[in-house]
């Protein structure tokens, strides 16, 4: 049962990421997303201490705040810093990730978090964050109902806002023609990366994130070169990496977060080395 | 009769730098419309300002005599061709049918009206067989199509085109020119950037001629002449490009007061 | 603390010694990432040395330094490779094979690191540090390879510093004149994964690009010189060093990479906001500048105006001949009167000195001859030139000044039909 809940966090994670990751893809921003996932960590360090518990509010509140904060940070540093882009978001996220981890190191006692949880999670504990309702029925791990929620509100996003997506990421000038604002659409999808870090934050950690926000996409925008297969291919491959990742790690008994990476990046090799034979 | 594009002493300036100064122009309806000049004498930013996808410094822009919010449907803006990544997993059809979309529609499906009248467009330039294909797998002159029959889906009366004849091959350009007759003949307005000068005479009936400021605006047979030519890519004006230079160095605003001279 | 300061243990000194040296290393190779636009591919490969570092120690079961460096070099150049083979042979972009190869070299590091600890090996207790990075526990032995490597990295770059400034700024010019491009770019590329391999020492693998990227990106806003720019962002590497060894010693439980970087990203801040002419701050003083400048030149040009009917004008005069608020007309008027353009004749009551006079002769004369090049050059009618002068006739400097009025030869009447004014002394038509 513990191996039952494990990968089903893990894939509701990957999937979440990999829709979004997708349209970062598309946009040529998932290095964007990288550094989202980064910048989240004093937000949510700041909402520990504020609110002195793993409550999921504060936490989605002051990581979505700092996930915003980066893009305004990187825009602001590119257009009226005239800092190149890539610099702008390599200072960005490396200078919030910093200062996220030394206010952990700093605020140890008081902070429920370490190095390692922030690195790769603890995906491990998650059968055993049970969510017991005041009634006391034991309605199963919190972060399943956490993820859950969360996939629910990326399909909505996607599904009600797919044309208005399509349309800013691919062709962003004849959006704006048409009176679309493409600066909505563009926090929207930040926000959504920012809330999805910070949701998948405990069970995967804010680095190993990243690799659901591209490695799945990356591997099905190579395999295809239509959307709705792509984003199908997306939850796909995501799922086999949380399935495959799981025992990976359980065989060489090592992290589950990492392994579930390695077993995204063994697809996204292979499907290079398909390609490359063709 | 309102003049269907109207600019006020417009000044846009790119990174800063004004690109173009104090632009003042009216062009007639149902005319088939060049924007001519060298390189770097403004051409895209003018069509971006007309759009409103750059900020002019001054000035303004009216459309059938109205601001652009109240006139959006109508028009139609055509991007360069580089302007969109070629690989985007979208076919054909999808990229037409985006010509349907308005701002009221967007969180909704198509109807199968919206649908029909994205293929007949498709069918219009000739592409009909190629519906299914990924944007990708279509010619430079193909693809510019595509561009053309998403923006004839839009069905608006005034069309913006940014060198939709760059890059283009010769039976595409000839398939490009007769639908430019067929919209001319329907009275729609055709405003298209260009920077093949040969080609001006056989094109257009009317030109706006730049060089960082308006050096002519008219019928192609008075304002496309030897001296307005020689003005336009006889070099910059010195003066002009030195104080714009000195504008971005100093931080210097192009009006004391932004959008004084508004309406 | 009072330990540390003191330098008196030779270990102290050396480790100190040694941080400085990969701080300025990685800051100066860290140039060259920036200017080559190649910063997250930096941030990819400081990830990609993990599983290096690890699969070295679970080869030779111990943490030579040599054998570390050698595993991190290989997997990092394994990593540009792959990021290189994807961008130039699949549709994904550069952001995309970047991302993708981080986080697979990344994961693979994380996954070999806990395998590592949860088998309990009585020598991985450390290994961790490579994460976040731990200057105080660098042994005598680390801080000569690593040192070695770094003075080797400088020693290269120094030899070939033209040839990497040419091949930054201009890749095809450096090819046709002769320069061995491909080989210039693999030494390059080598030097770039030895410091960050010897960088991690310091600030750890997650945290490394902040010390290739962000003290040339800092001094990339005091400078627009090459040279400089590497001679200031090894400076600011140094001084990272430094703070890095500070706390490893002060705070023995604090990982010393998020603090350097914490460092170099207020360098970097401080940069943005105050460096010249580059900075905020300086351009916000240019535009204030720029506004007071307008402000005190309409104040004359409305004395232009008034002083043709009477010679003390009074401040009443001038809020009604043009509505400026009461205290910027205050302000404007004293900073006129201590450049000695204007003086009180009475309370409340100014007139023009002799250089107040030229000097409001000048501002018209501008805001005239600029009518006139519009209406004359550019084909404007003459009543749409006005509001462009009311701007330039504060801009146009005197060699501008010159060129109009050679191009307009000496012109009489601006576009309105209103005489230009001249000075005796400067221009004589």
Request: glycine share 8%; hydrophobic share 50%.
């Amino acid at each position: 049962m513990n191996a039952f809940w494990i990968i089903l966090t893990g894939t509701l994670v990957a999937i979440c990421g990999g829709l979004l990751g997708a349209f970062l893809l598309l946009r040529k921003m998932s290095m964007v997303g990288d550094a989202i996932s980064h910048a989240v960590l004093p937000g949510i360090v700041i909402a520990y201490l504020l609110s002195g518990s793993r409550e999921v509010l504060p936490m989605l509140v002051g990581a979505a705040a700092f996930g915003v904060f980066a893009t305004v940070v990187i825009e602001a540093l590119y257009r009226k810093a005239r800092l190149q882009s890539d610099a702008a978001i390599g200072i960005t996220f490396t200078g919030l990730f910093a200062l996220g981890i030394v206010l952990i190191s700093l605020f140890a006692g008081q902070v429920d978090l370490d190095l390692d949880c922030v690195l790769f999670g603890e995906i491990a504990y998650v059968p055993i964050d049970v969510w017991i309702t005041p009634g006391g029925i034991n309605m199963g791990p919190r972060a399943v109902w956490v993820t859950g929620g969360l996939l629910v509100l990326v399909l909505a996003m996607i599904g009600i806002g797919y044309k208005g997506l399509l349309l800013t990421t691919f062709n962003p000038e004849h959006a704006a023609s048409i009176g679309i604002s493409v600066a909505f659409w563009h926090y929207l999808l930040m926000s959504a990366v920012s809330v999805t870090t910070v949701v998948s934050f405990e069970s995967v950690g804010a680095i190993l994130v990243v690799a659901f926000l591209i490695v799945p996409p990356a591997t099905a925008y190579l395999l295809t070169n239509k959307l709705k297969p792509m984003l199908a291919l997306t939850v796909l491959f995501g799922l086999g990496a949380a399935v495959g990742g799981y025992y990976l790690a359980s065989w060489i008994d090592g992290s589950i977060a990492g392994a579930m990476s390695v077993v995204a990046g063994v697809f996204f090799t292979a499907a290079l080395v398909a390609k490359h034979k063709r | 009769m309102t003049p269907i594009i109207e600019t006020h002493n417009l000044t846009v300036s790119y990174n800063r730098r004004p690109v173009l100064w104090d632009v003042d122009f009216s062009l007639p309806e149902g005319r088939l419309i060049g924007i001519i000049g060298p390189n770097g004498s403004g051409k895209t930013t003018l069509l971006k300002s007309i759009m409103g996808l750059v900020q002019p410094d001054s000035g303004y822009v009216k459309l059938f005599g109205q601001s652009l919010d109240e006139v959006r449907t109508r028009i139609s803006y055509v991007p360069q061709r580089e302007s969109v990544d070629w690989d985007f997993p979208v076919s054909v059809r999808e990229v037409v049918e985006m010509g349907r979309y308005r701002r009221a529609n967007l969180l909704r499906r198509l109807s199968s009206a919206d649908r029909d009248i994205a293929a007949d467009a498709l069918h219009k330039v000739g592409l009909q067989d190629f519906a299914k294909r990924q944007i990708s797998q279509l010619s430079g002159g193909q693809q510019q199509r595509v561009f053309i029959a998403r923006a004839l889906a839009q069905q608006a009366d005034l069309y913006l085109m940014d060198e939709p004849f760059a890059g283009v091959d010769a039976a595409s350009e000839q398939a490009i020119l007769q639908l430019l007759t067929e919209m001319k003949a329907a009275s729609k307005t055709v405003l298209i950037v260009h920077h093949d000068l040969q080609t001006v005479r056989q094109f257009f009936d009317w030109i706006v001629l730049l060089n960082t400021h308006l050096v002519a605006s008219g019928p192609v047979e008075s304002a496309f002449t030897e001296d307005h030519l020689r003005q336009a890519y006889g070099g910059q004006l010195t003066i002009l490009s030195k104080v714009a230079d000195l504008v971005k160095e100093r931080h210097f605003p192009v009006r004391e007061k932004p959008y004084k001279d508004r309406p | 603390m009072s330990s540390f300061f003191s330098f008196s243990d030779p270990n102290v000194q050396m480790v100190t010694l040694g941080v400085m040296l990969l701080g300025a290393g990685a800051a100066i190779v860290g140039c060259f990432t920036f200017v080559r636009k190649r910063a997250l591919v930096g941030d990819a490969i400081a990830h990609a040395v993990l599983p290096g570092i690890c699969l070295s120690f679970m080869i030779t079961g111990q943490k030579h330094p040599l054998w570390l460096l050698a595993g991190a070099v290989v997997t990092g150049w394994l990593s540009l490779l792959f990021m290189d083979y994807i961008t130039h042979r699949t549709k994904l972009k550069a952001d995309a094979a970047i991302g993708a190869v981080l986080s697979l070299f990344f994961g693979l590091g994380i996954l070999l690191l806990t395998a590592i600890q949860h088998s309990g090996s009585a020598q991985q207790a450390g290994l961790d540090k490579f994460l976040f990075g731990k200057a105080a526990s660098l042994t005598q032995q680390d801080v000569i390879v690593f040192g070695l490597t770094t003075l080797l990295v400088l020693l290269v770059v120094f030899t070939f510093f033209k040839s990497f400034k040419l091949l930054a700024f201009d890749r095809d010019f450096a090819h046709a004149i002769g320069l061995p491009v491909r080989l210039l770019e693999f030494v390059l590329s080598t030097i770039t994964v030895l410091s960050v391999a010897t960088g991690i020492q310091a600030v750890g693998v997650v945290l490394m690009a902040a010390l290739l990227i962000t003290p040339a990106a800092a001094a990339r806003f005091w400078t627009d010189s090459m040279q400089r720019m590497t001679g200031l962002a090894a400076g600011f590497g140094i001084v990272a060093g430094f703070f890095g060894a500070f706390v490893s010693y002060t705070a023995p439980s604090m990982p010393t990479g998020p603090w350097i970087v914490l460092l170099l990203s207020a360098i970097a801040v401080i940069s943005v906001l105050l460096a010249p002419r580059r900075g905020i701050l300086a351009r916000w003083l240019l535009q204030a500048e720029n506004s007071r400048k307008m402000l005190a030149e309409n104040i004359l040009k409305s004395f232009f105006s008034l002083s043709a009917k009477k010679e003390a004008i009074s401040e009443a005069d001038i809020l009604e001949a043009r509505p400026f608020s009461v205290t910027g007309l205050g302000r404007g008027l004293r900073r006129l009167q201590r450049r000695g353009l204007v003086q009180q004749s009475a309370p409340r009551t100014w007139q023009l000195t002799e250089t107040g006079q030229i000097e409001s002769r000048r501002v018209v004369r501008l805001h005239r001859l600029w009518e006139l090049y519009l209406s004359h050059k550019l084909g404007l009618p003459a009543d749409h030139v006005h509001n462009s002068a009311e701007a330039m006739e504060h801009l146009l400097t005197p060699e501008v000044e010159q060129h109009l009025l050679e191009e307009l030869e000496y012109p009489v009447l601006d576009p309105h039909d209103s005489a230009i004014p001249y000075d005796i002394k400067t221009d004589a038509p």
